[in-house]
């Protein structure tokens, strides 16, 4: 695996530079910067997802709530840390990608109609987000996409953190889920949409709001995850998977510094030692 070797052979170290959030209760980075630095009280609310206004009105039509919430967040990120969205090469993870849309999919095979319209099947891949990106950016760079099922946030942080070092430019890094509609909630019952955008650069300005950094060992085991204080705020965090870096980003809202642990894989951790940068 890249990131596995590279966290291996030297330390990763990145600049947080921009930031894009987007949830129950979350309207934006701003206000969520807020409620997590602990100042503003915490009102949980369904997700309201915008309209993707940055895409033509065909491709309008036919974004679903995932394509909404990672548009939204990625221009949030982009625009605070002042790169051009098109030069920005980018890192895109859902632990189930359009969930809404694989329910009318299957929906429409369990009918005795069968055909499923293009649209429905044109959003079914994985990598529609990074698409419907690269379509409302204008972003020709190279675009990777993940799944790593609950540990998709931490798999995307590490490619996108080893991209960062391994090519020395700064990487959009976006973070999704939605909530599927029953009867697949009952198996897979994640009870909103979430969604996170960073921009990671190699270097320090005058935007960058935090260093993180992995070093060899990072990879930890039978170690406990950080929890969030509130009981909403950890209800939504261990409730979707993209809702992981909650203890992350408020190390950045909170200018904390020391380390703060995510999910990675079953059994294992990911120690991401944080830093202000005041």
Not at 165 to 192: C, F, G, I, K, N
Not at 218 to 231: G, K, V, W, Y
Not at 246 to 256: D, E, F, G, I, M
Request: glycine share 8%; aromatic share 6%; charged share 15%.
């Amino acid at each position: 695996m890249t990131q596995t070797s590279a966290v291996g052979a030297l330390p990763l170290s990145v600049f947080v530079e921009g930031v894009g959030l987007l949830g129950p209760g979350l309207s934006n980075w701003a206000q969520g910067r807020g409620v997590l630095a602990g100042g503003d009280a915490y009102q949980s609310a369904r997700c309201v997802v915008p309209l993707p206004m940055a895409l033509p009105a065909a491709e309008r039509r036919r974004a679903g709530t995932v394509v909404k919430v990672a548009l939204a967040v990625g221009q949030e990120a982009v625009a605070a840390s002042g790169f051009a969205a098109s030069t920005l090469p980018s890192v895109f993870t859902s632990s189930s990608g359009d969930a809404i849309n694989c329910h009318e999919i299957c929906s429409a095979l369990a009918s005795s109609d069968r055909l499923i319209s293009p649209t429905r099947f044109h959003n079914s891949v994985h990598n529609a987000a990074s698409g419907y990106w690269s379509i409302s950016s204008g972003a020709m760079a190279s675009s990777s996409v993940l799944c790593a099922h609950d540990g998709s946030f931490a798999a995307g942080l590490l490619e996108a953190m080893a991209q960062v070092m391994l090519e020395q430019t700064a990487v959009l890094l976006v973070a999704y889920d939605t909530d599927y509609p029953e009867p697949l909630r009952s198996v897979r019952p994640l009870p909103d949409t979430f969604a996170v955008a960073l921009v990671l650069a190699p270097r320090r300005s005058q935007r960058s709001l935090a260093q993180w950094q992995l070093a060899p060992g990072a990879f930890l085991s039978d170690a406990p995850t950080q929890r969030m204080d509130n009981e909403a705020l950890e209800l939504l965090r261990n409730g979707v998977p993209a809702a992981r870096c909650l203890p992350l980003l408020r190390s950045v809202a909170a200018q904390r510094q020391g380390e703060v642990l995510l999910d990675y894989l079953p059994g294992q951790q990911l120690a991401v030692q944080v830093a202000p940068c005041l």
